[in-house]
């Protein structure tokens, strides 16, 4: 491995590591009540929802606009967004089902499924953006560790986001930090597996599709999935409150990029 693949690894897993830090801020509260859990949900919802629509979409399109005129990547980019729609529907038929009663153990499974599904959407979403930061690092190591910051600044909410549902449904912190931490090893392995087995058919289509597929996943994970979960255990203005939250701290973070 010589020196620039190296430092391009490193920097992704700087980035990546910033996730950790959001799931330590959850592993340190001493206790995860309904109101907390309504808070993170929300949060998370409004994190995917706002780097969804805002950054993630953006960049597939932009990525399809680099082979073909504007208006057809921006039908392109829109098409693959509803794939991932379409895809997530598929997909949580192979979760196992859950009923709406009031039993503890099944409130926990509950909350567990919704996690696993932010938990998958979230590391999903790491693998291109880790492939973004090494290929960027790779080609000018300045730019790559700018894109690096900006991106580990909103791996800290998506670190609370998996952390939350794990904590309150496993009991166990350790539990919590392992799924956070697998999360996060999504974004050093997708740049790494991208170099080393993608690397010649890594194209800006293909680019594109995936970021398209990735938004349209994670919003309709977060208006199916995430926000109702969040209402149920509401008392009062949580959800509106993390929703809002969610979308400021990852409008921040684009904001610094820019």
């Known amino acids: ?46 994190a995917m929802v706002y780097v969804s629509l805002v950054e993630i979409l953006a960049k597939g399109r932009d990525s399809f606009a680099m082979v073909m005129p504007e208006a057809e990547a921006y039908r392109l980019a829109t098409f693959w967004f509803f794939v991932g729609t379409l895809l997530v529907v598929l997909f949580e038929q192979l ?5 709406d009663d009031a039993d503890a153990d099944e409130d926990r499974r509950r909350v567990g499924r919704a996690g696993l599904l932010a938990a998958l959407a979230i590391g999903a979403h790491n693998f291109p953006e880790g492939a973004a930061t090494f290929f960027a690092t790779l080609n000018d190591p ?13 791996n800290i909410p998506e670190g609370v986001s998996v952390a939350v549902p794990l904590l309150y449904a496993t009991g166990s912190r350790t539990k919590a ?3 956070t931490a697998i999360t996060a090893l999504a ?9 080393l087995l993608l690397g010649p058919w890594l194209d800006a289509y293909v680019f594109g599709i995936v970021f398209g ?46």
């Not at 979760?95 to 009923?99: D, F, M, R, S, V």
């Open 213 to 258: 597929v990735i938004a349209g996943a994670m919003v309709f994970l977060s208006l199916h999935e995430l926000m109702p979960s969040a209402k149920r255990y509401a008392k009062g203005r949580e959800t509106v409150y993390g929703l809002v939250g969610g979308m400021a701290v990852l409008a921040l973070s684009l904001v610094i990029l820019k």
């Open 95 to 99: 979760l196992p089902k859950t009923e």
């Open 1 to 46: 491995m010589n020196d620039a693949v190296l430092t391009a690894l490193l920097v992704c897993t700087a980035a990546a590591a910033a996730t950790l830090l959001g799931g330590l801020i959850v592993v340190l509260t001493k206790k995860v009540e309904h109101r907390l859990l309504a808070f993170g949900f929300s949060f998370a919802a409004g």
């Open 142 to 154: 300045s730019l790559g560790m700018k894109l690096a910051a900006a991106i580990a600044i909103h």
């Open 187 to 195: 974004e050093p392995v997708g740049g790494l597996l991208a170099y």
């Open 177 to 179: 930090m392992l799924g």
